[in-house]
C-alpha cells in the first residue's frame, strides 16, 4: 500500500461527520426515501440522490428491485413525465429540437461522454406510456428505461445516452403552460418531421459509431414507419412494437402451457382477442404469430387466431378504410354489422386469451372476465396499458370474477393476493424484462442490425428462464430480483442469434457455446 493510500484519510478528516459509515448510510437513505408519502417524492428523492451519490442510488435499486422499479420506472414515471417543466430541477439527458435542424451533428457533439455513449434511448414524447403526447415532458421516460439498463444489465452509466426529441407538442395545456419547457409550437408536419429524423439518425450514427438506439414512445404511425425505415440501417429497435411484443409472448407462451393443462386441449390451441390496435396492439399481435408457427400452423392458419378491436369495435374488411397497420389483422370472415361491445365480442369470438392495450381504463368488465371464467377453465387476461391507473382491469378485478382461475400479467405492478391460503402472483408484462437484454446483448456483439429473430431470441429466452419454484407458484415472469441473471441469459441468445444473422462484429465473440456466452456478459457488467 503506498503512503498515500494511509494517508487520505487524514486528509479528509473533519470533512465528513465522524461516524459516517457506509453500511448505515445505506439505512439512512432508505429511512429518509420511506419518510416521502407522495409516490412523486420518492421519484425526486431517487432522482436527486442518483445526481448525488450515483454509486447509492444503484446499490439501492439493486438490493430493492421490485420496491424501486415501480418509483423509477412504471407507473411512478409517468407522473415525472406529466409534471416534468413543474418538478425540473436540473438537465439531465440531451435535448434536440426541431430547431436544430440543419445543425444536429454539433448538439450531439455537445455531449459530454461522446466516446463512451453505446446505448441510447429516445423519444419524442408524442405517446408517452398512456398519456399521450406529453412533448418534451416525455425526457423522464428515456432516463427511466436508462436506468433500468444500469440496474438490470449492468450497463455502465457512463455510456447510457438519454434523449428527449423536441418537435413541440399538440397538447394545448402544455402550450399554455408558462413554466412548460419545450418549444412552444405544434409539431411539424410528416415531411419535415422525416427531414429532422433522418439528418438526427445520420448524425448519431456518425458521432457514436458504437451506439444501440431503443425508439421510445412515439406515436403509433411513426414508431411503425421509423422502424422499417432505420431497422435494416442502423442498430436500432423499437421497445412498444418488438419489446412488448417480445415480453408478451414470453409471459403469453408460459401462460399457454398452463391454460392447455388445464383445458386438455393443444398448446397451439388458442384464440386471442386484442382489446386495443395501436402500436402495441400490433407489435404484439404480430410477436404473438411465432407462437402459432412453432406449433407448426401456417401463416394464415396463425392470423385466423387473431382478432383486433379498436375504439370502432371490432376490425373486419367489410367495416370500410382501415390504418395500414391494422390490415394484416382485419377479419375476413365477418361481414355483419359493427360489432363494439366488448362483451358482445367475447361471446361472438370466444377467446382463450383477452389482450388489453387500449389504455382505457376497467374495460374489462367483471361481466367480460366472468364470461371468459365460463368459457375457460384458466382464462388468460392481460391488461397490459400503462401507467397502472389506465389498466384494463386490476389484478384484484381479475381474480374476484375468474374465482381465482385467471393467468394474469399487467404493464405495471399489481400487488399479490392472497385468497384460500393460496397466494397468487399477478405477472408483469412489462418490456422492462426484454429491454435490458436485449439492448445489452447487441451492444455485446456489435450488432450493425436488430433482427426479428434476435428479438425473439430474447423472447424465448426469457420464457425459458424461470426457476422450478417460479414455476410451480405458477409465475408467467421470473422475479425481477433476478433480472442481471435473466439479463445475461437473454444477451447471450441475442448475440449467438445476431452471429447467425450475420449481423454480429464482434469476432471475439464467435463461434463461442452459449454458456460462455453468459459468463462473457456477466463479466461484463457494471457494478455499483
Ligand atoms: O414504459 C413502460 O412501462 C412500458 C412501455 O414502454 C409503455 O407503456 O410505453
Ligand atoms: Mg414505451
Not at 487520505?8 to 426515501?33: A, F, S, V, Y
Not at 452509466?157 to 419547457?181: E, H, M, R, V, W
Not at 369495435?313 to 390490415?327: I, N, Q, S, T
Amino acid at each position: 500500500m503506498s503512503s498515500l493510500t494511509v494517508r487520505r484519510p487524514e486528509l479528509k478528516r473533519g470533512l465528513t461527520p465522524p461516524m459516517l459509515d457506509e453500511k448505515l448510510h445505506i439505512e439512512r437513505c432508505l429511512e429518509q426515501l420511506h419518510s416521502k408519502d407522495k409516490p412523486i417524492e420518492k421519484y425526486i428523492y431517487l432522482s436527486s440522490l442518483k445526481e448525488r451519490d450515483q454509486s447509492m442510488f444503484y446499490k439501492l435499486c439493486l438490493a430493492h428491485m421490485s420496491e424501486f422499479t415501480p418509483i423509477i420506472y412504471t407507473p411512478v414515471v409517468g407522473d415525472a413525465c406529466l409534471q416534468f417543466s413543474h418538478i425540473y430541477r436540473r438537465p439531465e439527458g440531451l435535448f434536440v429540437s426541431i430547431e436544430d435542424k440543419g445543425r444536429i451533428g454539433k448538439v450531439l457533439s455537445n455531449w459530454p461522454a461522446i466516446d463512451n455513449a453505446r446505448i441510447s434511448v429516445v423519444t419524442d414524447g408524442s405517446r408517452i406510456l398512456g398519456l399521450g403526447d406529453l412533448g418534451v415532458n416525455g425526457m423522464p421516460i428515456a432516463v427511466g428505461k436508462l436506468s433500468l439498463y444500469v440496474a438490470g444489465a449492468g450497463i455502465d452509466p457512463a455510456s447510457t445516452l438519454p434523449i428527449c426529441l423536441d418537435l413541440g407538442t399538440n397538447t394545448q395545456k402544455f402550450l399554455d403552460d408558462p413554466l412548460y419547457l419545450g418549444a412552444r409550437r405544434k409539431r411539424p408536419a410528416t415531411a419535415e418531421m422525416d427531414e429532422f429524423m433522418d439528418e438526427f439518425m445520420h448524425e448519431m450514427a456518425t458521432r457514436f459509431p458504437k451506439l444501440v438506439v431503443q425508439f421510445e414512445d412515439f406515436s403509433t404511425d411513426n414508431a411503425f414507419r421509423y422502424l422499417a425505415r432505420y431497422r435494416n440501417k442502423y442498430a436500432t429497435f423499437n421497445d412498444d412494437i418488438q419489446g412488448t411484443g417480445a415480453v408478451v409472448l414470453s409471459g403469453f407462451l408460459n401462460a399457454a402451457k398452463l391454460s392447455a393443462a388445464a383445458s386438455g386441449r393443444a398448446l397451439g390451441d388458442q384464440r386471442i382477442l386484442f382489446f386495443g390496435a395501436g402500436s402495441a396492439g400490433v407489435g404484439v399481435a404480430m410477436q404473438l404469430m411465432s407462437f402459432f408457427r412453432l406449433q407448426g400452423m401456417s401463416e394464415e392458419e396463425a392470423r385466423n387466431r387473431v382478432w383486433l378491436v379498436d375504439s370502432q369495435g371490432l376490425v373486419y374488411d367489410a367495416r370500410g378504410r382501415l390504418p395500414e397497420h391494422k390490415k394484416y389483422f382485419s377479419r375476413r370472415d365477418y361481414t355483419g354489422p359493427p360489432m363494439k361491445n366488448l362483451l358482445e365480442i367475447v361471446e361472438y369470438v370466444k377467446p382463450t386469451a383477452l389482450l388489453g392495450l387500449s389504455t382505457i381504463a376497467n374495460a374489462f368488465t367483471p361481466a367480460v372476465l366472468a364470461k371468459l371464467a365460463e368459457i375457460n377453465p384458466r382464462p388468460i387476461v392481460f391488461p397490459l396499458s400503462n401507467p397502472v391507473r389506465l389498466s384494463e382491469c386490476s389484478f384484484e378485478d381479475a381474480v374476484a370474477n375468474t374465482n381465482g382461475s385467471v393467468l394474469f400479467a399487467s404493464g405495471s405492478p399489481f400487488d399479490e393476493i392472497k385468497r384460500n391460503g393460496k397466494t397468487l402472483y399477478p405477472g408483469q408484462g412489462n418490456n422492462m424484462y426484454i429491454f435490458p437484454g436485449l439492448g445489452l446483448g447487441s451492444i455485446l456483439s456489435e450488432a450493425s442490425a436488430i433482427t426479428d429473430a434476435m428479438v425473439e431470441a430474447a423472447s424465448y429466452g426469457l420464457a425459458e428462464s424461470l426457476t422450478k419454484e417460479e414455476r410451480a407458484q405458477d409465475l408467467l415472469y421470473p422475479r425481477i430480483e433476478r433480472i442481471r441473471e435473466i439479463s445475461a441469459f437473454i444477451a447471450a441468445q441475442v448475440i449467438a442469434t445476431a452471429q447467425k444473422a450475420g449481423v454480429a462484429h464482434n469476432e471475439k465473440l464467435r463461434g463461442k457455446p452459449l454458456s460462455e456466452l453468459v459468463d462473457y456478459a456477466k463479466g461484463k457488467m457494471w457494478y455499483p
